[in-house]
């Protein structure tokens, strides 16, 4: 070689390369296998899973019980627009209320606004006493 250079070969020696720094118990040798996993035997035998677990059965509970709670919403936003569309309750909440009627006895924009509020307020009051029964 040139120029003072040592050829890597006499480094490095013929045999395979050994790391000096690391202890002979970090070393691993590589797994070789034949496309199936070593940790698992043939022999051993498959433990069969319950068809149902607890965490299913709960997550199931949980979806039936959401989706029963929605429907007491939307029960809740029904019953609050049948309750308002009566003339007895519309003229109970609007009758103290000035300027929500107009001259042909039709409810202005504002005691349509103060009956949609109402509805809401029922709506969220009947589906809440509803949904906690669930």
Known sequence: MADGA???????GSGPVQNPQLPQSTTFAPIVTG???PFISPDMP???KPATTYSSQSHTFNTIRYAVKNVMVYFGFFAAAMIISLS???TLILQYIPNTYS????????GAAILSGTAVVIAYIVG???GSLI
């Open 128 to 130: 809440t006493l509803f």
């Open 46 to 48: 498959q433990q069969n």
């Open 6 to 12: 040592t050829d890597l070969s006499e480094l490095l």
């Open 88 to 90: 007895t309750p519309r």
């Open 35 to 37: 496309g199936v996993s």
């Open 103 to 110: 001259a042909a006895g039709v409810p202005t924009y504002m």
